[in-house]
Nanobody, 119 residues
Framework: QVQLVESGGGLVQPGGSLRLSCAAS????????MDWYRQAPGKQRELVAR???????NYADSVKGRFTISRDNAKKTVDLQMNSLKPEDTAVYYC?????????????WGQGTQVTVSS
């Protein structure tokens, strides 16, 4: 009965900022890797940021220095702070989490949230 709900997307001008949030709910006993992906029209899905919970987060070169992933295991959330946004950041952003529900580990995906960077 685990579900992920994303929020925070929208329209922003180049150079602006957005903060995406992903909240997990349901029977969750443990949290592993927490990722943010994005997919632009006509392009492959791209891993943007990854937090394994055991070290420094990893970022795609295209967003390094501009995006920050953060997790709160107690709240069961993962956020993506997006600064200095560029038009090429326009995409649907998805969170993806490895969660243990007491029976098995599974990867769960959020519903996606649209980020549009345009003047």
């Amino acid at each position: 009965q685990v579900q992920l709900v994303e929020s925070g997307g929208g329209l922003v001008q180049p150079g602006g900022s957005l903060r995406l949030s992903c909240a997990a709910s349901g029977s969750i006993f443990s949290i592993g890797t927490m990722d943010w992906y994005r997919q632009a029209p006509g392009k492959q899905r791209e891993l943007v940021a990854r937090d394994t919970g055991g070290g420094k987060p990893n970022y795609a070169d295209s967003v390094k220095g501009r995006f920050t992933i953060s997790r709160d295991n107690a709240k069961k959330t993962v956020d993506l702070q997006m600064n200095s946004l560029k038009p090429e950041d326009t995409a649907v952003y998805y969170c993806a989490l490895d969660l243990y529900d007491g029976s098995a580990w599974s990867r769960y995906w959020g519903q996606g949230t649209q980020v549009t960077v345009s003047s």
